[in-house]
């Protein structure tokens, strides 16, 4: 069977991979500690699985939906966005998908030719490049240095702009590194996106998990400009724990979302009206829930922080939001013998039992992605483990 070129060119994402060989592992009774998805370790908060039930009871869910979201769901995004990013919006300028990840994907469909280039910032989130590709289109990589905080600046996006630059995605928070932008580091971006007219993809999933102190600024608010530059993505996996309703959103100009929902109508038809209606609870309802999972989020990291940033050869900077730790392990493999973190990261499943995600799906062969979405006892069992298997490999090097 002959297979498509975009399909043949795809690279696999690489924390799918990693925790469904964790997941397999487990299956066969070995004690896996796994720390490769971003899924929050809490349910879903009581509130919104009683209103999804409640939709059910009513029959509201029984049937197709808007492709673009039911009313109400659109409506509870304006209202969201309102009170946490201060701009009015209509709901004309959203349109609500199968999670977030499906947001980007119409995006690139709707916006890229073959050939247009599209600015990602290394470290990047494993689908942004190959949704790029599917759309064939040119995904252009940044290497942005740790010591900069993992975070691009003008004088980088400037060296690699060319007439065919149409978009660059900005992730702040960021996955995998945490790193939050600061207001000056976003109006400077925004700007040199304004004065080239290149649209700025946000990508604000992490936008309510901050810790210590610091703050999340979305770059829409930043300035009116740089608004009418912006394509908002966002949704409620991660700070509602709804990884399995699948519901995110994109909020931009019009003309876009309708471009967005010519080829969702032909795709998914809409994103499922259970979920919808749950979403709705989780925008609108009581948010007391999302401050207790923040407030967990944020023990761990400080817990688990200093213990990590311990272990033998790790170089690590301290993450703002989200809930990944990034470590550079580069000096680590050289004591343990090893010329290639995947390998590494392959042995520390097979004899540690400790599932972690390498960098190379990020971008980046020195480091290791290891999410703290789990609780703290399995997050001070798995550094212990790897502690261990650290021992052993300096031994063995020696």
Known sequence: ?????????????????????????KAEGKDVLNLTVGEPDFAT???????????????????????????????????????????DYEAKNVIVTDGAKY??????????????????????????GEQVKLAEGTPIFISCLQENDFKVTVDQLEEVRTERTRLMILNSPSNPTGMIYTEDELRAIGNW????????????????????????????????????????????????AMTGWRIGYTIADEQLINAMNNIASHSTSNPTAVSQYAAVEALNGNQETVEEMRIAFEERLNTIY???????????TKPQGAFYL?????????LCGYNNVTDWVDDLL??????????????????????????????????ERIAGFIEKKIRENN
């Open 1 to 25: 069977m002959k297979l498509s070129k975009r399909v043949r060119q795809l690279l696999p994402s690489v924390t799918l991979a990693a925790s469904t060989k964790a997941k397999k592992l």
């Open 45 to 87: 908060p009581k509130n919104i699985q009683q209103a999804a039930i409640q939709a059910i009871t009513d029959g509201k869910a029984s049937y197709y939906t808007p492709s673009a979201g039911i009313p109400e769901l659109r409506q509870a995004v304006v209202e969201m966005i309102r009170r946490e990013y201060g701009l």
């Open 103 to 128: 947001s980007l994907y119409l995006l690139f469909q709707a916006m890229l030719d073959i050939g247009d280039e599209v600015i990602i910032p290394v470290p990047y989130w494993v689908s942004y």
């Open 193 to 240: 996106a304004v004065q080239h007219d290149i649209m700025i993809v946000s990508d604000d999933i992490y936008g309510q998990l901050v810790y210590n102190g610091n703050t999340f600024t979305p770059l829409a608010s930043v300035s009116e400009d740089i608004r009418r530059q912006t394509i908002i993505i966002n949704g409620v996996s991660k700070s509602y």
């Open 306 to 316: 200093p213990k990590a940033a311990a272990l033998p050869g790790f170089k690590l």
């Open 326 to 334: 990034f470590p550079d392990i580069s000096e680590t493999l050289i």
């Open 350 to 383: 097979e004899e540690a039992y400790v599932a972690l995600v390498t960098g190379e799906g990020f971008g980046s062969e020195n480091h290791i992605r290891i999410s703290y979405a789990s609780d703290l006892a399995v997050l001070e069992q798995a550094i």
